[in-house]
């Protein structure tokens, strides 16, 4: 019995499990519930709203089975409710009595479809997931004075976020230029990882060309604009680029939530400057904005998925618990990324993730030309 139970629950104990039910109870309610009016009309009683509301989610869920399925459902409930059942005419008497267990059966086959779909669901998802992970940088270019840690957690199998760092091409006359990117698309899931996939495509073929950050912005909202057929599919994104040599970092923020920079001193600087997620409108005007990175200064650009983690109590990490784990951080990038992680973890505790999660650390060290970079991945 003690090895049938560690296969079934995979050693997890009662009280986790119970809460792991509980979260997975809780968002699928919310999936049916997101379809039931639940406004009491003028007149309406109690108990009539109460057995709509009730009538409206038994529809919701059955809606989500196939036809065939709904069929098979709808026999399996009424021979578990209507156990008995008798058939009198004048040369034949048909009774058949205790036919629970042909809907419990009913059930039972009806579980097996769905779960047979859910595996090649997910099987397929897996795929797709490993392809993403193909599209994000495994290390980072080397570079001197620099380190670079990255966390990301997808809400499902694939995610809408993305990140990426890479040397630009650069003129004769110019400094080589790092660039980094944090974007995230609207939404979550398949929808948003496909697109996601075209921004990645589309960034890197764009940067390959010549020009400054604020046309490579321009050029791609104008891609992403056509590509937004239906006007509800845009993404906020942070690009910077940075000259390793001096420091110097020029970004534009498209909407995105604003990145921390921490300076030596203690002193925070919001980067901001920027304008309209890419996707929403072909002629939107960006601006860029321009800051120093000091030796030892931190830098966190990070996507809405971490302060709007939410808690069983439905309470948001928010910034500035966020705030206070960067005023402490110290050591490497990767170490300021674990604490803060960490943190979230600590928050949030057995609650269901409701969006992606993306961060990305970079942290300079005390001399730019005493050290080389490293992209530490953290599969959270």
């Known amino acids: 019995m003690r090895t049938f139970w560690q296969r079934v629950s995979d050693g997890i104990q009662i009280q986790q ?39 409206g989610l038994f529809w919701s869920m059955m809606m989500k089975l196939s036809p065939a399925r709904r ?25 058949l009595e205790n036919v629970r267990f042909l809907g419990g059966v009913g059930l039972l086959v009806l579980l097996a479809l769905e779960l047979s779909d859910r595996v090649t669901m997910k099987r397929d998802l897996e795929i797709a997931r490993e392809i993403q992970s193909w599209l994000m940088p495994a290390a980072a270019p080397k570079v001197p004075g620099v380190d670079i840690a990255f966390a ?29 990117v944090v974007a995230d698309v609207a939404g979550k899931s398949v929808p948003a990882a496909l697109l996601m996939a075209t921004l990645q495509a589309s960034l890197r073929t764009l940067a390959a060309l010549p020009g400054s950050l604020l046309e490579l912005v321009t050029r791609l909202n104008q891609y992403a604009c056509a590509q937004n057929l239906g006007g509800q599919r845009f993404t906020t994104a942070f690009l910077a680029e940075l000259e390793p040599a001096s420091g110097r970092v020029t970004y534009v923020n498209a909407g995105h939530n604003w990145p921390v920079l921490r300076h030596v001193s203690g002193a925070i600087e ?50 500035p618990r966020m705030l206070g784990i960067l005023s402490g951080a110290g050591g490497s990038a990767s ?9 979230v973890d600590a928050f949030v505790g057995l609650a269901r993730q409701h969006d992606d999660i993306t961060c990305l650390v970079l942290r300079t060290f005390e001399a730019r030309d005493g050290g080389v970079a490293t992209l530490h991945p953290m599969t959270l």
Request: proline share 4%; hydrophobic share 40%.
């Open 17 to 55: 499990l119970w809460a792991q039910f509980h979260a997975e109870s809780r968002a699928s309610y919310e999936l049916y519930a997101k379809e039931v009016s639940w406004t009491r009309t003028e007149g309406e009683s109690r108990w009539r709203r109460f057995w709509r509301v009730v009538r």
């Open 71 to 95: 069929v098979l459902f709808l026999v399996a409930l009424v021979l578990l409710f209507f156990p008995v059942f008798s058939v009198h005419t004048e040369e034949h008497d048909f009774d």
């Open 152 to 180: 990301t957690r997808p809400a499902n199998t694939v995610a809408g976020d993305y990140y990426d760092a890479f040397f630009r091409p650069a003129a004769p006359e110019q400094d080589q230029r790092l660039l980094l």
């Open 270 to 319: 919001r980067l901001e400057t920027g304008g309209l997620p890419l996707g929403i409108t072909p002629g939107a005007l960006y601006e860029c904005g321009h800051t120093t990175l000091d030796a030892k200064d931190l830098l966190l650009i990070f996507t809405d998925g971490l302060v709007e983690a939410e808690n069983d109590r439905e309470e948001e990490y928010g910034e």
């Open 335 to 343: 170490e300021v990324l674990k604490q803060l992680m960490s943190s």
